[in-house]
């Protein structure tokens, strides 16, 4: 009789966990050649629309692509910022919700005591908002505060929402804070004049007065500095600061708008406002005027837009800087502008169907952008051509939108401020585009 070789006894008896191990190994190699079902932001998102460009993009044109929509009962005036697999956003109610990025299921939301107008900073399992409002106080003679108590600066936990600390101001805090790596602190302006440096446990560093009226200026961290463009106030100007010492290093005299100011190419674009009445009893008229501005304060050049009426609720949308352009809307004429960053020459100007207070996103070929009357447009980007206008279902904010992989969110708002004032209670939703489905069939040049 054959005796089996020496040790088969030993391999028969391991051959089901042979087997076993390579079956579980063939199905992780499977699992992990599969893409991501969900789309998946950056680890953390630290100032508005992830920099000084304000573009919030990330990953374009690769991975999930998911459509759905979502109603909120506070609506998405500010865009939303996209963690991981998360959303985070905020409803003019005072809600700060998370849902999952695949699917919009809601998975937490926590109630503010005042309107929260800007998606989340996120840092960990920390996230940062301010809350205000709209409404004017008059502190004596000519001294104005915007906001009406309570207004603050609220961190909150990540993964289920709950309330970590506050830090209360007198004024509106209509922005979320910026985070700066370099020094780990958080940036808030707001509406009673000051600029407050804070760490991420609450605690304040410094705060200066930066002689403005914060409203709806996110800071912007260029360099180790601090840029604020400041308006509603005796003294609008965009300043300079130390994010280090708060010392004030340079002031360029503006005038009343506070936009937050867009960094490429070595320059700032803001926007200033120009009142006009023709005739003393006619109607009200505003030009706005674009402006370059460098690293130290000096204006390098300038476009004044034709004047337009005056918008019931006016708002200086915000540009966005891309490959060497700004490209900006205007909250009182409906054009998209194009202009090269360094010397301000403008490209082209397009007509849009409405205007449009939401930053344009801008990614490969195209443009995305969205007019407060709630239509999605997608333009070409070297020559500014619309090639497909798609209805959304609501109003779009000056937050701009945001895109993660192969999904645009978008968020929608009925309702303003006034309308938390007076008891009111806004609505919106949250809607996940399919960048495929709304490609397709467009010309790419």
Do not use: C
Not at 178 to 198: I, K, N, V
Not at 270 to 293: D, H, R, S, Y
Not at 409 to 415: D, H, N, S, T
């Amino acid at each position: 009789m054959t005796r089996p070789p020496v040790g088969f006894n030993e391999a028969m008896r391991a051959w089901p966990w042979v087997v076993g191990l390579g079956l579980a190994l063939v199905e992780a190699a499977l699992l992990w050649s599969q893409p991501d079902p969900e789309p998946q932001g950056p680890p953390r998102w630290t100032s508005y629309d992830l920099g000084p460009s304000h573009d919030a993009v990330f990953h374009p044109f690769q991975g999930p692509a998911v459509s759905f929509r979502v109603l909120l009962p506070g609506g998405v005036v500010g865009g939303v910022s996209v963690v991981g697999h998360r959303i985070y956003g905020s409803g003019l109610d005072g809600s700060v919700f998370a849902l999952a990025s695949g699917n919009g299921k809601l998975l937490w939301v926590h109630k503010l005591p005042n309107a929260v107008f800007d998606p989340p900073t996120v840092l960990g399992d920390r996230l940062f908002v301010g809350i205000g409002n709209d409404v004017f106080q008059r502190i004596g003679g000519r001294y104005w505060i915007r906001g009406t108590p309570p207004s603050g600066i609220y961190a909150l936990k990540a993964s289920n929402g709950q309330l970590l600390w506050s830090h209360p101001t007198r004024g509106n805090d209509k922005t979320s804070p910026l985070f700066d790596p370099q020094t780990g602190w958080l940036y808030e302006p707001d509406g009673d004049h000051w600029l407050r440096a804070l760490r991420p446990d609450g605690r304040l560093v410094w705060k200066v007065n930066d002689e403005g009226l914060d409203d709806f200026s996110f800071p912007t961290e260029v360099g180790g500095r601090l840029y604020v463009n400041t308006g509603s106030a005796l003294h609008p100007a965009l300043r300079a600061f130390s994010a280090r010492t708060g010392k004030l290093l340079w002031s360029y005299a503006s005038t009343n708008a506070d936009n937050t100011p867009t960094y490429g190419a070595g320059r700032f674009l803001v926007v200033n406002t120009l009142p006009f009445q023709p005739q003393p009893k006619g109607p009200k008229l505003l030009a706005e005027v674009f402006q370059g501005v460098d690293l130290n304060g000096h204006l390098r050049w300038r476009y004044m837009t034709r004047p337009g009426p005056y918008p019931p609720a006016f708002q200086a949308p915000a540009a966005t800087y891309r490959g060497g352009v700004f490209y900006i809307t205007s909250s009182v004429r409906p054009y998209l502008y194009a202009f090269q960053a360094r010397s301000g020459r403008l490209l082209y100007k397009t007509r849009l169907p409405g205007v449009a207070y939401d930053n344009p996103t801008v990614a490969g070929p195209w443009i995305f952008e969205a007019t407060l009357q709630g239509e999605l447009l997608v333009l070409r980007r070297k020559d500014g051509k619309i090639l497909k206008e798609v209805p959304l279902g609501g109003q779009v904010g000056a937050g701009g939108m945001t895109l993660i992989d192969n999904t645009l969110y978008v968020g929608l708002i009925e309702g303003t401020p006034a309308t938390i004032v007076s008891g009111g209670a806004p609505k919106g939703a949250l809607v996940a585009l399919a960048l495929p489905k709304l490609l397709a069939g467009l010309p790419v040049q």
